[in-house]
């Protein structure tokens, strides 16, 4: 099936992908107008699209056009509801006047050019098709002799049909609480989600579902995201009679972006995912997409790791880490990293940030006999690292006090006793890539955990060639491209605070996320079940730590803590030299379980059991072939006259046979979906795999 079609008998195109079909046209007076985002259409039917003209005007008091009936609603004329494209021209002028001028078609992707009818300003509007997601984003061309500031420029306006009510589910949260499901009808009005701390944050994900009352396995789902690592916002505009658009993008908070004459600039790519197949079925194509289209190495099997953070913290010790290596090679570890508290001058958060050399005391012949020893114990070794923040009291800062975002004539603002270098500028850039390569290139290294704990304040680097808002996440991905070029096997892990920097941009350079810094096995059971709503469990790390637990000092039972750890990348963060045997025997029962399914959970079909009582979770994983099911069921507690559950599975075929592996019970998939499994769950922190074999 061609994915971009032409209609040039009513300058017309189509584009087709899995499941859905994406519309515009362009109009006799030039606009570029939105004709459908929705389920397959063929070409014939454009044909009915331009003649039910959605473009209702109402009353001289809407806007006008409609913003749902446009392709790119800049601000300029009549338009009063939601703009994705603001900018001021060097006369004063605050108005765009956009008109087709030129498209080009390839296999899988559009490109139509917009251009002002008064001015030398154009916007290219990109579009490709990715499987079953729509990519989309946007190139300014400033074409004049005279600047032009970007005061606000989305990647993209999304235009859905009428619909008779909807609902809006977006993933919500704080600092250990993130990505909690949060589900709402839509009323008229603004629903706006967004950051303004110059990374996605904990408060949202950059990512909204919308629907009509959608269920998990039926009704029309359409769902929007922003591969963006800065601050971004995303705004759902319902007008009273039903018309719904959705404008996501950079966030205008304080931007201003100079364009200077002859150049361009390219906003982040927005995804959009639409299905008519329920919940479960927008879940299958998020997660489809990002391992086909986003992840680096898509196809390989994460490995069980171990981190030394809530076993040792700042005091990191050849010694210490060697024994805690020994442990959990023997768990069946496969990489093990060691946390904060490794370089110079790290006794505690106080100094050290910036300066990314071994602390000689602890480790006078650098990190080389540590990583050898710990390759010779058959793992991968890596470290953490914070390249983005500094320290006052490094060497870098005294040698480089100007590399900071500062106002000349403020008070710089410290969080986590750092202050933020400043990407903005070639060299930090330079010098972040030759400080990680010289780390990288000085011991035999495999896997770095980037870290990032402050937010970007005093918004200037000294330079001011443009918004540092923008130019700081793009120097972000410069850095980690190049590191990345430079040490193609090093994987990497994105952590910002726990799940402040966890989208589709930095997922595009790093092998997975760390979602939280909430590691208690019960909480994070909501983080990950929200998580995975937008996100795949192949880039979603979570650890078995010490109980009671960092954050919330309650005991869990260790059984508990590792089955909730093994519904995503399996990691091992406890103090495992105060372990007792009895404890280390069964963990490496649990590694040596999880490795006999983690193709399945990383990779596989992820169904939210929600049949299952409110104060049960179950999810289940069904594999790529379909030839293996692992079933997870959790209860933080279970009244003594319910002491099983009757989870009802999905996504099986009904007439295949699965063989328990424990027990030897035969199920057909009839009776799994229509019946149920029986799960026992007894007493409190109570949790169950079962993992079922297709015969």
């Known amino acids: 099936m061609t994915a971009v079609h032409h209609l040039t008998d009513r300058n017309a195109f189509l584009l087709r992908g899995d499941g859905f079909a994406y519309a515009l046209a362009v ?88 251009a002002d009818r008064h001015y030398p300003f154009a916007a290219d509007l990109h579009y490709r098709v990715r499987g079953g997601a729509l990519e989309r984003w946007t190139t300014l061309v400033n074409d004049g002799e005279t600047l032009v500031a970007l005061d606000r420029a989305y990647s993209a306006s999304w235009g859905l049909p009428w619909q008779p009510r909807w609902e809006a589910t977006w993933l919500a949260g704080m600092y250990a609480a993130e990505t909690q499901v949060t589900r709402r009808p839509l009323g008229p009005g603004r629903l706006v989600l ?46 009273y009679d039903g018309r719904l658009h959705v404008t996501t993008g950079v966030n205008d908070f304080d931007l201003r972006h100079p364009l200077a004459p002859g150049t361009s600039w390219t906003t982040p790519v927005t995804v959009g995912v639409y299905t008519s197949a329920g919940h479960d079925d927008l879940t299958d ?62 006794d505690d958060e106080s100094a050290g940030i910036g300066d990314w050399t071994p602390d000689r005391a602890a480790f006078p012949d650098g990190l080389t006999p540590l990583a050898d020893e710990v390759h010779a114990l058959g793992m991968r070794f890596g ?30 603002t410290l969080a986590r006793q750092t202050h933020l270098l400043a990407l903005s500028r070639p060299d930090v850039r330079t010098h972040l890539v030759e400080a990680l390569d010289a780390l990288l290139s000085s011991a035999p290294i495999d896997a770095l955990k980037w870290d990032l704990n402050r937010p970007l304040t005093e918004a200037s680097d000294g330079v001011g060639n443009g918004s540092v808002w923008l130019a700081h996440v793009e120097g972000f991905y410069e ?68 109980s009671p637990t960092y954050l919330t000092k309650r005991e869990i039972p260790l059984r508990f803590r590792f089955h909730s750890a093994m519904t ?53 994983y069904r594999s790529p072939s ?4 692992a079933v997870f069921a959790f209860a933080p507690s279970v009244r003594h006259l319910r002491r099983t559950v009757q989870l009802r599975l999905r ?9 328990d592996g424990a027990t030897g019970t035969r199920y057909s998939g009839a009776l799994l979906m229509h019946h149920g499994l029986r799960v026992g769950l007894v007493g409190d922190y109570a949790s169950e795999l079962v993992v079922l074999d297709r015969a």
């Open 27 to 114: 109009t006799p007076d030039g606009d570029l107008r939105h004709l459908h985002w929705g389920g397959p259409l063929e070409p014939a039917d454009v044909a009915a699209l331009l003649a039910d003209d959605a473009r209702d005007f109402g009353s001289n008091t809407w806007s006008s056009p409609r913003a749902h009936a446009e392709e790119l609603v800049a601000h300029g004329g009549r338009r009063l509801d939601e703009t994705a494209l603001k900018v001021e021209f060097a006369d004063g002028v605050r108005a765009l006047d956009l008109a087709y001028r030129s498209h080009t078609v390839s296999a899988d992707q559009l490109t139509v050019r917009l």
């Open 651 to 659: 996504g099986l075929d009904p007439a295949a046979v699965y063989v």
């Open 383 to 412: 470290v953490w690292v914070e390249p983005e923040a500094v320290s006052p009291d490094s060497d870098l800062f005294r040698a480089h006090p100007d590399w900071i975002y500062q106002w000349p004539t403020r008070p710089r």
């Open 568 to 620: 995503g990348l399996l990691g091992i963060g406890g103090n495992l030299a105060h372990w007792p045997s009895a404890d280390l025997a069964e963990a490496a029962e649990y590694v040596a379980q999880y490795k006999q399914v983690r193709a399945t959970v990383q990779y596989g079909v992820m169904r939210r059991l929600s049949g299952a009582p409110d104060d049960v979770t179950a999810l289940s």
């Open 285 to 346: 194509r998020w997660h489809a997409y990002e391992r086909r289209f986003v992840v680096p190495r898509p196809d390989v099997v994460r490995p069980v790791l171990y981190n030394g953070w809530e076993a040792t913290f700042f005091d990191v010790r050849p010694e210490s880490q060697l024994e805690l290596a020994r442990r959990a090679a023997g768990l069946g570890a496969e990489l093990f990293v060691v946390d904060d508290g490794w370089f110079a001058g790290r």
């Open 479 to 546: 850095v980690l491209d190049r590191v990345r070029a430079r040490h193609p096997d090093v994987w990497i892990e994105s952590c910002a605070s726990g799940g402040g920097r966890a989208d589709l941009g930095v997922m595009a350079r790093t092998e997975w996320v760390w979602p939280s810094d909430q590691t208690d096995a019960l909480e994070r059971l909501s983080i990950q079940h929200g998580y995975t709503y937008a996100h795949s469990p192949h880039t979603m790390m979570a650890w078995v730590t010490d």
């Open 194 to 239: 967004e950051s303004r701390r110059g990374i996605p944050g904990h408060a949202a994900q950059p990512w909204l579902a919308l629907d009509a009352g959608a269920g998990d396995e039926a009704g029309a789902v359409w769902s929007v995201a922003l591969a963006w690592s800065g601050s971004w916002r995303l705004a759902a505009e319902l007008a």
């Open 626 to 629: 379909g030839h293996q099911v």
